[in-house]
């Protein structure tokens, strides 16, 4: 594919993520977040104590309140990334102002927590996932992950705790944590959504067992073993070490395999939300996630 069409499709993608993601976190506001006087994170969420309290247009006052948050990003993340979260800001404000007539009847305060957090987290998790945001913390929170490897919707979880401490002295106790729930849900379903749910566990394993233990997982889990030469710090002895990658319900199998190879071997089990690279149920470099 030409390098030009291959920049409009990715150019393409990006604006209609944009837009997919704006919708979706505009609904969300209007339906469920405003009507059950929530709060969400970042800029949205000061847009939305001013809204509640002085009845501003929370269109125009999330579009103002990013405008510092813009400046003060404008060298420190990539360009492509500032030019899209301008233009996710700017669409985000125009759906909230055309969406802010939509209502849903319903009367229960879980099903505002549940669908407004589940629908703000799909929104920005699929700007995001597309390289854009909508501004707020999502600004702050990719400075955090590019220069301290936090991850993004970690640190946007901490940046609207602030939010909610506000919150408490306006609304009181309950409904702060009810917010709070909110922003819960839709912190780890924007988690979900950028890294996806297909979590992988490596695994290393240090044994003197390597041979025994590397046939049998991969006679019995059928995963790729790599066998690596360790040396103990403190003793000086040469050990093997055995790295593979598997799924989730493997972890019992594998924990079955060193119990009856070597129940002496010394094993860590680490969460890897991303694996590139050739093998099965794995993803490709290149391909589609």
Known sequence: ???????VKSTLYILLAILTGSFLCALSLNIFYIPGQL??????????????????STALMVFLIN????????????????????????VFSIMVELTKDLRLAYDSRLTTVALGGLLNGLGIGVAFRAGASFGGSDIISKILHKYFSFNMAAAGLVVNIVIVF???????????????AAMFISSNVTSYV?????????????????????????????????????????????KSMLYCVISKRQVAPLRQIVKDTDPQAFVTVA???????YGNGFYTIGGDE
């Open 1 to 7: 594919m030409p390098l030009t069409a291959q920049k």
């Open 39 to 56: 709060l969400s994170g970042g800029a949205t969420g000061v847009a939305l104590l001013l809204h509640y309290q002085f009845g501003w």
């Open 67 to 90: 405008i510092p948050l813009f400046l003060l990003s404008w060298k420190l993340v990539s360009r492509d990334f500032f030019v899209y979260s301008l233009i996710g800001t700017a």
């Open 166 to 180: 506000f919150s408490i002295s306006i609304f009181g106790l309950d409904q702060a944590v009810l917010t709070l």
């Open 194 to 238: 950028i890294e996806g749910m297909r979590y992988k566990r490596a695994v290393f394993i240090i044994t003197k067992k390597d041979t025994d233990m590397a046939a049998a997982i991969l006679a019995k889990i059928h995963r790729g073993v790599t066998v690596l030469e360790a040396r103990g710090a403190y003793t000086g002895q040469t």
């Open 271 to 277: 969460e890897a939300s991303q694996v590139y690279g």
